[in-house]
């Protein structure tokens, strides 16, 4: 199959999805193009497996996605200060989830010693992880239990990023009901997992990150 044919099939895939969507809802577009109001920030991982909305059941237009390869959230990323910025302050959301996944090409690579090269700059953000938890997760039997617990250590430090940017503190001091969760999908079954981590407000985060 030559690429023309290949991109006419995602066209024609487009006019199908769109055709089904307005049968559904005759004014689903218009009311769409009229104004963006999601409540929820999803900071998901570039993995095509993931599409954030759905997964979770919603429509375009209720979540507000930013996507990179595992999901990390990096203080000099003004790609990413960008998106929570606009999320955060013009959008009003109340909700951003940092969702990783089992089965993370990232979390993988990171765990190991090839050489990816560009990527490499990006996947030591995750070795930066590991080294903090190593312990734990070299105790585990295999391989694959270390990636899981990677992954999820990882989100745990990616919630952790969101809370201690000047954006969040900043709107939980002016009073904006704001939460910070991390939830991890397992590919497998397409279930999601709360990890627990929800995080409201300036006295749940370290003394040390904290701006006055």
């Not at 009003?92 to 993988?108: D, E």
């Not at 990816?116 to 992880?129: E, Q, S, T």
């Not at 952790?160 to 002016?174: E, G, L, P, R």
């Amino acid at each position: 199959m030559n690429d023309d044919h290949q991109l006419k099939n995602l066209f024609e895939g487009n006019k199908r999805w769109a055709e089904k969507v307005k049968t559904a809802d005759p004014d689903f577009f218009l009311k769409l193009s009229r104004q963006q109001s999601p409540n929820y920030l999803w900071i998901g991982c570039s993995d095509s497996r993931v599409p954030a909305n759905e997964i979770v059941g919603v429509l375009p237009g209720e979540i507000f996605v930013h996507r990179n390869v595992a999901n990390i959230v990096v203080h000099t990323d003004l790609n990413a200060l960008s998106v929570i910025h606009y999320a955060v302050d013009i959008l009003k959301v109340n909700h951003i989830i940092v969702c990783g996944h089992y089965g993370c090409g990232g979390i993988k690579a990171a765990l190991g010693n090839k050489d990816f090269g560009l990527l490499d700059n990006w996947l030591r953000h995750i070795k930066d992880v590991y080294r903090l938890y190593q312990n734990e997760i070299d105790n585990c039997t295999n391989d694959a239990e270390k990636e899981n617990m990677l992954c999820e250590f990882n989100i745990m430090e990616q919630v952790a990023n969101v809370c201690h940017t000047s954006i969040i503190q900043n709107a939980w001091k002016a009073g904006h009901s704001l939460t910070i969760h991390g939830w991890i999908y397992n590919i497998e079954d397409g279930i999601l997992k709360d990890l627990k981590l929800a995080t409201s407000n300036i006295n749940e985060i370290s003394y040390t990150h904290r701006i006055n």
